[in-house]
């Protein structure tokens, strides 16, 4: 698939910008199996990479120069120059890849410009990390043609960093490591302090279960100001109990910490979030790894809640997937992502994904809703170069 794939974007490099490029490389969407909301909060994550990639044909230029293609756009190819970049410059969908570069620039690496063609199958607004998966495929094909030398870790930063000061979004690490990082076949338990890993195997079609994204079709935008204020909220919990980050109150200590917040109910609500959620992470994993996977599904379900009811940021189509799917005999569900609409993930036994499938179709229409979108994820390789 992925020499088909690499073919395609190479035409039409080269019908752009009349060569051949250097390289082709990929960079999948993610979904997170548990751990929302604790990566800006130094904690853990769990997520996976999706099949569905952000795929570039990158090649050097000497002049100074980044020209930029999307094949979801269609323009002509937008020409900046890298030594123009600045953040809050760019409000458009190029502000992903040249925020990268500006990145990278910024850390002190010598780039002296590329022509970019980028194409993607990862769904936008999605809630799967589209942004994250243009932002690493850029800064890979960059390390490789420019010899940098950076590992996994080091460009999620950077992309984290483009994302954060360039784009302005204030998203924490676990989409740009997740799409730089992970192993197909294995979900990343990720610490978010120090960006440690572990890669643990989940194969769930080998003991029979399935994993289905139910993608709602709300659209949702980091930039908007619900999850800065999520974040920041989480911030000031951290401030009110003297610690570094929510990380450090440990989860046999919450009831204390509750207490000592009594004053700020909407602190509270989001302190127990993150300190319950990052005890779910580390339940969950030691569910995979002693072999019980069915038992993750009421983790799932309980960690569904929380968003929905201490973090809030859940929304009726998302609350509706869940609802729905359970009550359809679904062995867990929870919704993905930062929230505000995107997906769903849903744990089901093989057998019943048909019934759950159609369950949750039905019950959307019956809503008058729009139709979701609902696939299997299989966890796939992290960001590579293609050719
Ligand atoms: C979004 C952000 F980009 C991530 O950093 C993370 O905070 C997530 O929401 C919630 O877990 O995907």
């Not at 769990?46 to 570039?56: E, W």
């Not at 990380?247 to 910490?257: F, I, T």
């Amino acid at each position: 698939m992925g020499e088909a794939v690499a073919e395609t974007v190479g035409e039409r490099f080269r019908e752009l910008y009349g060569t051949d490029p250097e390289g082709v490389w990929a960079a999948p969407g993610r979904v997170n199996l548990i751990g929302e909301h604790t990566d800006y909060n130094d904690g853990f994550v769990m997520p996976f990479a999706l099949p569905h990639t952000a795929v570039a044909a990158v090649s050097r230029r000497g002049d100074g120069v980044l020209r930029l293609h999307s094949a979801d756009i269609g323009d002509d190819p937008v020409e900046l120059r890298v030594a123009d970049l600045a953040p809050g410059s760019d409000k458009s969908w190029t502000a992903y890849p040249s925020g990268v570069v500006w990145a990278l620039r910024e850390a002190g690496h010598e780039l002296t410009g590329a022509d970019i063609h980028l194409a993607s199958t990862v769904p936008s607004g999605a809630g799967l990390s589209s942004s994250a998966a243009l932002e690493v495929v850029v800064a890979l094909a960059l390390n490789d043609l420019y010899s940098l030398g950076l590992r996994g870790w080091q460009l999620a930063r950077l992309c984290q960093r483009a994302e954060n000061v360039y784009v302005g979004a204030p998203v924490g690490i676990m989409d740009q490591t997740a799409s730089a990082c992970c192993e197909s076949g294995h979900a990343l338990f990720l610490d978010t302090r120090d960006l440690s890993q572990r890669q643990i195997p989940f194969d769930l079609a080998a003991e029979g279960m399935r994993l289905l994204v139910v993608d709602t079709r709300v659209k949702h935008s980091h930039s908007e100001g619900e999850y800065g204020k999520r974040r920041a909220g989480c911030e000031k919990g951290a401030a009110l109990l003297g610690v570094d980050a929510l990380r450090d109150v440990a989860y046999d200590e919450l009831d204390a910490a509750l207490e000592r917040l009594a004053d700020d109910e909407e602190v509270r609500r989001l302190v127990r979030h993150v300190v319950t959620e990052d005890e779910r992470v580390e339940r969950v994993v030691a569910l995979l790894e002693s072999g019980d996977t069915r038992a993750i599904g009421p983790v799932l379900v309980e960690g569904h809640a929380s968003l929905r009811d201490d973090f809030r940021i859940s929304c009726r189509e998302l609350d509706l997937v869940v609802d729905t799917a359970l009550a359809a005999g679904a062995l867990g569900a929870r919704m993905t992502g930062g929230g505000f609409g995107g997906s769903a993930i849903v744990l089901v036994e093989a057998a019943d994904v048909d019934a759950v499938t159609k369950a949750v179709e039905e019950a959307f229409a019956a809503a008058a809703l729009t139709a979701p979108r609902v696939f299997e994820a299989v966890p796939s390789a992290g960001a590579r170069r293609l050719v």
